[in-house]
């Protein structure tokens, strides 16, 4: 009888055991590069960077893995953090026993103000310009750091999360390393960089001593793959657990059909707009922008381009920021109006507009759209195709009159409204960013709005900003592209995936295989 | 002989110098800044200008100029803007690929194009020549990435024998595993051009009077089409071969990225793409290296195949 049980018991292990020895440790992600580029967090600019750095960096706070809203912000390497009446300064309570990775020491507040520092540091960062508000930064002791603005910072958290110039390096891993911290990017996440092979992949092992627990997974190889299909195949193949996707609903709609497959198009939302130059002929006369506004059917792109994948522009800002203002007066579809503006501007038998354009896909059918849009209200748009880095170098020297851009920001209205928007962004300028519309009307809301510390007049100053940006047509938003994935549906997240400020799913200490 | 090898190295150094000159101008008439691709789109114009100071990018076209080709001369190609790695490492890094590959395809395009070329000439006008035209046309009109594709979904995904990323090379067995379908997906498409060149060079021959008079004097017929056909016919096949190398290496991109193996030609669109500009002079300088030694060994080849044909 005993010995029948022991057999049975043993049998019952061995089952049990069976699938607990076969289950996958390895994660293969497939990335849509050619190869990796700056491995440095401060430096890095692209997608793909972005994403994989995400995996081996911790910020002083983070937004909750699989969430793309700093309503999300949780702590990460700061355990609390408090501010004073008017935010212009910050405390924060570092982690006790977090470890850098091979063995660089424990990370403590010495580290913290160090790598804010590099960030800041126009040197060693392309984010410097996110901290210019930033006065002074001191360690009180060494599980306590304090930073002091020169003006309150709306949205600050963020600027001190995980992504950008918030992700926090070792300071002796960084040091020693110097410029070739991007060959060997030592953080305090949950995978550790391990090896590069050029052209092919980066792979990350498993930081046993992660501060949130052992991760689940052994390594994770991060591969470049540059041809769509080449993706899709080697995914279906299973030589890939996870793919980033073609961004357009065909590749949705093939994908969802494959067995064992999830496909997600996550947050954030990528804003698609037009901005027109004010300053240039014959978009000075804001009947004709107003007739190009009235010209754009925003439901028709919506169809075109995929319901599952992308969704209406609400605003000039992307929705859901903070800040946005989610049922702005957007003009509406309609071709006699443009028609009738376009003959009250002295245009009755039509007008002619350019557009330097790239030759990205995604952007280059949406444009081609527009432009039969356009066509049906008398308006030619004329588009001159270039290759990528050319539209980007061309489309700064205000040669482009008309500027289409694809782009996702920092979730609060703020950044995006900066950018584009503020007159000091305007291109050519010294402090030039993204402003190619040469507009200047929102000035006073966003700068006030930037510096103001009571929540709702904040909000207030945003949406007043946002109507006269609409109203003067300094922009025309047209829909928004959601982040296409796909994956394995053995590959448990460990979270609920709804979207990514780094546009690439977390991996985190929970990420496992089921089977 | 040495006369010549010098002349031709001497050649070969004026032509490198004059590649190097005009794609150093020519990266930079091409719009697009390489700091401003590096630090992304949300970087203010101050931040750039910074990047550019330390990349010397902000100096004067002709002291950039004399940096690189000082730098040239003591063979230092610098490093790359975008990752900051030195621009000889990373060529070296992906050569070996590349060289494999293409040395590769150009073995399988010999062996089956040559044979093939001279059966169909032999047997002209009948089924083995209509075949071997009809397959060669095909090879032709393929674009390659369309055939790399066709390879991978039948053999990876629908047979299932090799893998769809063809990047490893660990033991011998992965190594074949990954360079079968890349070197047969080259291979067919030079078989092709060399079947076609060594049929009609072929033809002319097999019709000189030499190859009737051996044919009279009774020299088997094999030995005629080998020894005194094939032998003749070769300097136009020789020729399609070393220029066919070149357009190989340059070829191989859209072989590289389908089959997601690493290689120059990759290299060189992302450089491209980043406006790399000390990553494309490197690069071209290789190109043009390659180029200038497959002609030189072509010319050598030359004087093997007919010894009359004297290297001056």
């Known amino acids: 009888m005993t010995k029948k049980w022991i057999l049975g018991l043993a049998f019952a292990g061995l089952v049990a055991a069976g699938p607990a020895l076969a289950q996958k440790k390895s994660l293969v992600i497939g990335m849509g590069s050619a190869d990796a580029g700056k491995l440095d967090p401060h430096l890095a600019s692209t997608t793909p960077d972005k994403g994989l750095l995400n995996y081996v960096f911790n910020g002083l706070v983070r937004i909750k893995p699989g969430e793309a809203s700093p309503n999300f912000i949780e702590p990460d390497l700061a355990e609390s953090w408090t501010q004073n009446a008017n935010g212009s300064e910050w405390i924060f309570k570092i982690r006790a026993g977090v470890q850098c990775h091979h063995g660089f020491g424990p990370f403590t507040a010495e580290d913290a103000a160090y790598s804010l520092k590099r960030a800041a540091t126009k040197a060693t960062s392309s984010y410097s310009g996110d901290f210019s508000a930033v006065d002074k930064i001191d360690v009180v002791d060494p599980s306590t750091l304090k930073i002091t603005l020169k003006t309150p910072v709306a949205g600050f958290l963020g600027y001190v999360a995980n992504i950008n110039g918030g992700n926090m390096v070792c300071r002796k891993a960084a040091e020693e390393a110097g410029d070739n911290f991007g060959k060997r990017p030592i953080g305090t996440g949950p995978f550790m960089f391990a090896e590069y092979q050029p052209q092919q992949f980066v792979k990350l092992v498993a930081n046993k001593q992660y501060f949130r627990g052992a991760p689940q997974l052994d390594d994770i190889t991060f591969r470049y793959i540059p041809a769509d299909s080449s993706r899709d195949l080697a995914f279906q193949s299973g030589e890939l657990d996870m793919i980033y996707g073609k961004q357009d609903q065909t590749w949705v709609d093939r994908t969802a059909k494959l067995p064992g497959v999830k496909v997600k198009a996550m947050e954030p939302g990528e804003l698609s707009a037009l901005y027109l130059n004010v300053t240039a002929k014959p978009l000075d006369d804001i009947r004709v922008r107003q007739a190009i506004a009235h010209a754009i059917d925003r439901k028709a792109i919506v169809q075109f381009k995929g319901e599952g994948s992308s969704r209406e522009a609400v605003s000039v800002v992307p929705s859901g920021y903070l800040g946005t203002d989610q049922k702005s007066a957007l003009y509406a579809y309609d071709i006699a109006k443009a028609r009738q503006l376009l003959t009250q501007a002295g245009y009755p038998n039509g007008v002619t507009v350019k557009t330097i354009h790239t030759t990205l896909t995604g952007m280059q059918t949406l444009i081609e759209a527009v432009q039969a849009q356009l066509k049906k209200a008398g308006i030619t748009l004329d588009i001159e195709l270039v290759e990528h880095a050319t539209f980007h170098a061309n489309i700064r020297k205000d040669l482009s009159p008309i500027v289409h851009y694809q782009a996702a920001r920092f979730p609060v209205a703020d950044v995006y409204l900066t950018q584009f928007y503020d007159s000091n962004s305007i291109v050519g300028k010294p402090t030039a960013v993204t402003n190619f519309t040469h507009c200047d009307v929102a000035d006073a809301d966003i700068r006030g709005a930037r510096t103001e510390t009571d929540a709702a007049r904040q909000l207030a100053l945003w949406k007043a900003a946002q109507e006269k940006l609409v109203k003067n047509v300094c922009g025309i938003p047209i829909y928004e592209q959601l982040q296409l994935w796909a994956w394995k549906d053995t590959l448990d997240l460990g979270y609920e995936l709804n979207g990514s400020l780094n546009l690439s799913p977390p991996i985190t200490e929970k990420t496992r295989f089921t089977k | ?312």
Not at chain 2, 61 to 82: K, N, P
Not at chain 2, 162 to 185: C, D, H, R
Request: hydrophobic share 55%.
């Open chain 2, 1 to 312: 002989m040495t006369a010549f090898l010098v002349r031709r190295c001497g050649f070969a150094l004026v032509t490198l110098f004059a590649v190097l000159t005009l794609v150093f101008v020519l990266v930079r008439i091409v719009p697009g800044d390489p700091a401003q691709l590096i630090l992304g789109d949300q970087a203010s114009r101050e931040t750039i200008e910074a990047l550019r100071q330390r990349l010397g990018l902000d100096k004067s076209l002709f002291e950039q100029y004399s940096v690189f080709i000082a730098g040239a001369l003591r063979g230092d190609w610098g490093t790359s803007l975008v990752t900051g790695r030195p621009v000889i490492g990373e060529v070296l890094n992906v050569l070996p690929w590349t060289i494999e590959l293409t040395l590769l395809s150009l073995a399988i395009g010999i062996v089956i194009g040559v044979p093939l070329g001279v059966a169909a000439a032999v047997r002209r006008n009948r089924f083995v020549d209509y075949a071997a035209r009809i397959a060669s046309l095909l090879g032709l009109s393929f674009p390659p990435f369309v055939s790399a594709l066709l390879l991978l979904l039948g053999f990876a995904i629908a047979l299932r024998w090799f893998p769809v990323i063809s990047g490893k090379n660990a033991t011998f067995y992965e190594w074949y595993q990954s360079i079968t379908l890349p070197a047969l997906n080259l291979g067919l498409i030079t078989a092709a051009y060399i079947t076609r060149v060594t049929r009609s060079a072929m033809l002319e021959v097999l019709q000189e009077d030499y190859v009737r008079t051996a044919r009279a004097k009774g020299v088997p017929w094999r030995a005629v089409i080998w020894r005194h056909g094939l032998r003749n016919a070769l300097i136009p096949v020789i020729t399609i071969v070393g220029l066919y190398l070149g357009i190989l290496i340059g070829n191989s991109v859209l072989t590289e990225i389908v089959f997601s193996r690493p290689g120059l030609g990759k290299l060189i669109v992302g450089a491209l793409n980043q406006r790399d500009y000390t990553m494309l002079q490197g690069m071209m300088v290789i190109y043009t290296l390659v180029v200038v030694i497959v002609n030189l060994l072509t010319d050598l080849a030359y004087g093997i195949a007919d010894p009359r044909v004297k290297l001056r």
